[in-house]
């Protein structure tokens, strides 16, 4: 019922630039809001971005904001993450998920109900 499709991941180098997109269900484009979390090899799960489907304010973690820019559009039921200036620090799998009003803060991974599969960011120096 409930389905995220991340795509856009690949291999850049540093500087360079990626565009993430995370489709969504039906179900899941009703919910209240869509963030990006990535997660690195032995490394903790960690916020990126997150936005409303009905605001175009955003939240970014201090590591990527003025680098990266998520977004959406409603119409097709699916949320961006534009990542410029690309760091190797970037390199993780990066997901896309969705919470429900009331459900936490948008920085905390637990707050978040469904996950896509990942798609991996590899950024080399």
């Known amino acids: 019922q409930v389905q995220l499709v991340e795509s856009g991941g690949g291999l850049v180098q540093a500087g360079g630039s990626l565009r993430l997109s995370c489709v969504a269900s039906?179900?899941?484009?009703?919910?209240?809001?869509m963030g990006w979390f990535r997660q690195a090899p032995g490394k903790e799960r960690e916020f990126v971005a997150a936005?409303?489907?009905?605001?175009?304010?955003?939240n970014y973690a201090d590591s990527v904001k003025e680098r990266f820019t998520i977004s959406r559009d409603p119409a097709k039921r699916t949320v961006f993450l534009q990542m410029d200036s690309l760091i190797p620090e970037d390199t993780a799998v990066y997901y896309c998920a969705t919470a429900s009003v009331g459900s936490g803060s948008y920085y905390d991974p637990g707050s978040y109900n469904y996950w896509g599969q990942g798609t991996q960011v590899t950024v080399s120096s």
């Open positions: 936005i409303r489907w009905t605001s175009t304010f955003a």
């Open positions: 039906a179900r899941t484009f009703t919910t209240y809001r």
